[in-house]
T-cell receptor
Framework: DAKTTQPNSMESNEEEPVHLPCNHS???????IHWYRQLPSQGPEYVIHGLTSNVNNRMASLAIAEDRKSSTLILHRATLRDAAVYYC?????????????FGTGTRLQVFP | NAGVMQNPRHLVRRRGQEARLRCSPMKGHSHVYWYRQLPEEGLKFMVY????????ESGMPKERFSAEFPKEGPSILRIQQVVRGDSAAYFC???????????FGDGTRLSIL
């Protein structure tokens, strides 16, 4: 399985932008890049996903490198509610499977 | 639209007992996934099911663990003869297909005495 690498932790101040990096140098051509976040005692919450092009939604933006070996999740204005563990994930949806391959995640702290 | 429902939220078993974890997918979702999370770790894939079929169980331990997703009713993850190492949070996710995002429940926290 292809793997992702993320920094263990990051810090931000409220209302500042946050750029969460992820390396996935062994990504295959059919793997989608997904981002989820998880609060304590809760299940992962879907944030955004993409394949090759940059993506935007109401929660965040996803910037994908041209060679697809890395990506960055961008929170445009961090709030206290954005404090969570953020997982960069590859989705393997090949013929006989469909699974999310989680990394160790980045713990984001947001300070008022 | 209710999300993925898992029950119980917390389950305590003694070594050697059986644990049954239930997952009701979101309405209209026919794809179900089970993941396990050990303390301070990311989630690990266990099994992928569609209605009445196991598609990929490569992440399931070979013994004591089984999963089903019957035509009617919730998906069940069954752990027989539990051991201390089975203590973890077990998460279920569902999706309408292999393209739409997987949506997770809030998990069942299994503790083995």
């Amino acid at each position: 399985d292809a793997k992702t690498t993320q920094p263990n932790s990051m810090e931000s101040n409220e209302e500042e932008p946050v750029h969460l990096p992820c390396n996935h140098s062994t990504i295959s051509g059919t793997d989608y890049i997904h981002w989820y976040r998880q609060l304590p005692s809760q299940g992962p919450e879907y944030v955004i996903h993409g394949l090759t092009s940059n993506v935007n939604n109401r929660m965040a933006s996803l910037a994908i490198a041209e060679d697809r070996k890395s990506s960055t999740l961008i929170l445009h204005r961090a709030t206290l509610r954005d404090a969570a563990v953020y997982y960069c994930i590859l989705r393997d949806s090949s013929y006989n499977t469909d699974k999310l391959i989680f990394g160790t995640g980045t713990r984001l702290q947001v300070f008022p | 639209n209710a999300g993925v429902m898992q029950n119980p939220r917390h389950l305590v078993r003694r070594r050697g007992q059986e644990a049954r974890l239930r997952c009701s997918p979101m309405k209209g979702h026919s794809h179900v996934y089970w993941y396990r999370q050990l303390p301070e770790e990311g989630l690990k894939f266990m099994v992928y099911l569609q209605k009445e079929n196991i598609i990929d169980e490569s992440g399931m331990p070979k013994e004591r663990f089984s999963a089903e997703f019957p035509k009617e009713g919730p998906s069940i993850l069954r752990i027989q003869q539990v051991v201390r190492g089975d203590s973890a949070a077990y998460f279920c996710a569902s999706s309408p297909d292999r393209v739409q995002p997987q949506h997770f429940g809030d998990g069942t926290r299994l503790s083995i005495l």
